[in-house]
Every structure is written in structure tokens, then in C-alpha cells.
């Protein structure tokens, strides 16, 4: 199955309107990732993370509408700027409509608590109770389970909380792709992942068509970031080699870093790359962005 890999929000830890972001974005993340054909012209439709990125999507899907909407989220984890577009998803306010939101508890707290903590009337003047599409909140833990017509694998990453990255392969066979955003590979930081867990991470990762990575330090500013859950674009061009992945994009920018910062970051990305004689394209996630696959 083709499908397609489209960028709606790219920024980490707070939206960044203005100038200096227009080209690659200020929204918190939020990636679509959409089949080809079904009876719409669209098909399946799997989207990763709900920042803020995700409400420019669902008033698309809205105005795009045959039919009712039906869509899949896979929340990374439940940190703010992963899950503050949610109450503004346009499909959530229409009846007929159908969302299932997949993701992990946090500690003790389960993620359907957690989602209705950000809509309670303290903070949000709309309840979850409120709204008029059927939604459904599907608790998972690391390991394989199926979203629509995609086979999902979940991995641990090494970011405070639970955090969980994704591959998603067609099930009926086609190329892969893996989203891994709030990932330390560096040392630094308190983690429950295993000594093993690189080696396994690696092989998790082996020979996916795209990897979705986070590189939001330069390694100046990891120095003093160390523990945060985060990582450099160096580390993410050396991951990419060593699972001999084909396209790299790295996402979730530093909120200082304005469009001539990380113009500035994907050359030396690239350099890294060519002096590693590593075969993988390296690009910076870009609102707007699509590729295929």
C-alpha cells in the first residue's frame, strides 16, 4: 500500500508563530499519515501526535469531508505540547463523526484521566463529555498491535514520563516508517529503559523508509540539556547509518531555533552525512511538507 506522510506541526515544547518560523513552522507536532485509494480518494488515516499542528488538519478533513470522519491518533506521549490541539480538533464536534485516541497511562494515571484533566472546566470551558462525535481512548504499552490498515510496533524511548515511539507498516506490505520524537541517545538522564535498550532500539529501527527524529539541540545546547529527553541532529544522522535508514527527517525544533538556524542544521546534517558515506537523505521537517512512500 502507498501512502503519504504529511507535516502539520513540527515545533517542540510551545507553538512558535512569526516570521522567523514561517518556513518550517510553529506549530507543536502533529504528522498525518494517510493511505491512497478508499472510497473518499484519501483511505486510512493514522495521525501522530495532537499539538497544535493538529487543528489546521482537522478543519481540512472537515472541509474535505465525504462521508463521515474517521481517524486514528497516536499520541507519543501526553506532555502538553503533544496533546494542547486536541480540544481544537475541528471532527470532534460533529455528530457521525469517529476518533480513537491510542496511547500510554502515565504512572498510575490512565490516558483517558489525563485527556480529560486538559478539557476540565478549571482550564477548558468544553468538557470531553461534550463532544459529539463518538470518541474512544485505547490505552497500549510497548509492543505490536494494528491501527486500521497499518501495523503498529511500539518502543520505550528515553524521555521523562512514558513515552513511546512508533514504526507503522502497511498490513499488506509496502514500505515502513517510524516516529520517534522526545528521545535522549545521548547519555544523561534517569530512564527505566534496559542497559540493552540501544541494541534493541537499533534493530526496532532496522531498514525503515523514513525515520521521524527528534533533533532539537545543536550539541552546544545539549550540554546544558542533558536529562531533558531530547537530541542532537548529530546523534540522529549516526542513528540513522547504524539502522540503515533511507530518509531522515529531523522534527521537533527548538523553539529559539528561528528558519536560518535550521537552515543552518540540516547542512551540517548533510555534511555528516556524506563524510559517514551513509545512503540517507537528510531533511528538516517543514509545515506543509508531504512525502511518499
Not at 502539520?8 to 512569526?18: D, E, K, L, N
Not at 488538519?57 to 505540547?81: F, K, P, T, Y
Not at 491510542?102 to 490512565?110: D, K, M
Request: some cysteine.
Amino acid at each position: 500500500m502507498a501512502y503519504t506522510v504529511t507535516f502539520w506541526g513540527t515545533r517542540g515544547s510551545i507553538p512558535t508563530p512569526g516570521a522567523h518560523t514561517a518556513r518550517y513552522g510553529g506549530n507543536t507536532p502533529c504528522v498525518a499519515v494517510e493511505g491512497t485509494g478508499g472510497n473518499d480518494g484519501h483511505g486510512q488515516l493514522v495521525i501522530l501526535d495532537a499539538g497544535t499542528g493538529i487543528r489546521a488538519l482537522g478543519r481540512e478533513l472537515v472541509e474535505r469531508q465525504n462521508g463521515a470522519v474517521q481517524a486514528e491518533i497516536l499520541l507519543s506521549h501526553a506532555h502538553w505540547d503533544h496533546i494542547q490541539g486536541l480540544p481544537h480538533f475541528k471532527p470532534f464536534f460533529a455528530p457521525g463523526n469517529a476518533v480513537r485516541i491510542w496511547g500510554s497511562r502515565q504512572g498510575t494515571t490512565s490516558l483517558e484521566a489525563i485527556l480529560r484533566q486538559q478539557m476540565d472546566p478549571a482550564v477548558f470551558p468544553v468538557p470531553l463529555d461534550a463532544l459529539s462525535a463518538k470518541l474512544t481512548v485505547q490505552q497500549v504499552e510497548p509492543g505490536e498491535f494494528t491501527v486500521g490498515t497499518f501495523r503498529v510496533r511500539a518502543i520505550r524511548l528515553r524521555h521523562p514520563g512514558t513515552t513511546l515511539g512508533y514504526r507503522l507498516t502497511p498490513a499488506a506490505g509496502g514500505p515502513s516508517m517510524a516516529y520517534i520524537t522526545d528521545n535522549e541517545l545521548g547519555a544523561g538522564g534517569r530512564y527505566s529503559t534496559p542497559a540493552s535498550w540501544r541494541k534493541e532500539f537499533v534493530a526496532f529501527l532496522h531498514g525503515v523508509d523514513l525515520l521521524i527524529h527528534d533533533a532539537m539541540y545543536t550539541p552546544e545546547e545539549l550540554e546544558e540539556h542533558r536529562g531533558w529527553g531530547h537530541s542532537t541532529f548529530e546523534e540522529a544522522v549516526a542513528l540513522a547509518g547504524e539502522a540503515g535508514v533511507q530518509r531522515l527527517v529531523l522534527f521537533h525544533h527548538e523553539p529559539e531555533h528561528g528558519d536560518e538556524d535550521i537552515d543552518g542544521l540540516v547542512a551540517a546534517a548533510r555534511r555528516q552525512a556524506r563524510v559517514k558515506g551513509l545512503p540517507a537523505e537528510v531533511v528538516a521537517a517543514q509545515e506543509g511538507m508531504t512525502l511518499t512512500l
